[in-house]
């Protein structure tokens, strides 16, 4: 085989070798390359079905790229060590994780605080206060008619703040996150049953059925058994959302006042070794008050604690 060959920019040595050679050089490459494509193709015949031979799954090569990368984007965090938990700390108990992260985590912790939503299952709508909920877009605020009054809907419930910042994650990122695999037959019915499973797995904690419930649309959705490619041909696919509100407050001495408790409050993490820690909501803590540290042992103290003898958190880990 021959290995002469047709130079882009002839120089002899000892030439001087230029910036504009070497932007000219990346310029016929470009074309050199464009022309054998072509030549090559242009050499094909067409066989059936050749029209669609540049799609993969029903996907243009476009929408397969962008795919890609929204994969890419969702599976990052946690390629980099990150976790995100949720776990039902009991006053007193130590609740032990196994992250396998091989390092001591940084460990941030956020109270879960419960909100008003209206939740519906067999149609039957009822004003309930829960930790996550699943709604539409279209459910910013809910009016409903409680079960066995005949009066008018009443003024509703928020979910989202007129004018303000919604709480709120993209069920199609939680559904990534937790690896809930699905196609465009599968139905939503089907999806939100295996998510609630994952997302109840370990090492998150299992919360109570009352504890989390989806909306009056996802409960007419579910029931008519729409699948994804419905969803998705309707424009709905994007609009569905899991509400949860997490809350931590920084170097405040306020305990009391206004409903307002520090949060999370009392909590000791532990690291066992790179792949285990410990998180306990402290029995009997201390706090400083008045410049002093004195025993939580005030009736109007007692009376603020959010959650009683437990907390709902959620845990960010890091390394």
Known sequence: MSTEFDAYIRRNPG???????????????????????????DKLHKVPESDTAHKLDNQTSDELSEAILERARQELPKRTGYQRIFKRLREGEESVVKHDLGGCPLTDIYH????????SEDDQKNQESVFFFLYHSSERRIRFTPVGQQAAPGPGVEIEPTGGTPFRIAFADLLAYYHVRYTDSSTLDDLETEFWEAFSADPNDDFDDDQYCHSPWFDRCCGERRTVADLKSRGDWDELWLKMKPRKTINTLQRTGEGVDMAPHDIQVVHFDFNKLGITYLSGARFLEAGGVVEKADAEIQRVRAGGDVQNVMVLLKV
């Open 15 to 41: 030439d001087l070798w230029t910036a504009e050679d070497f932007v000219e050089v990346q310029r016929r490459i470009k074309a050199d390359i464009a022309g054998q494509i072509k030549e090559a193709v």
């Open 112 to 119: 879960l605080d419960p909100f008003d939503v209206v939740c």
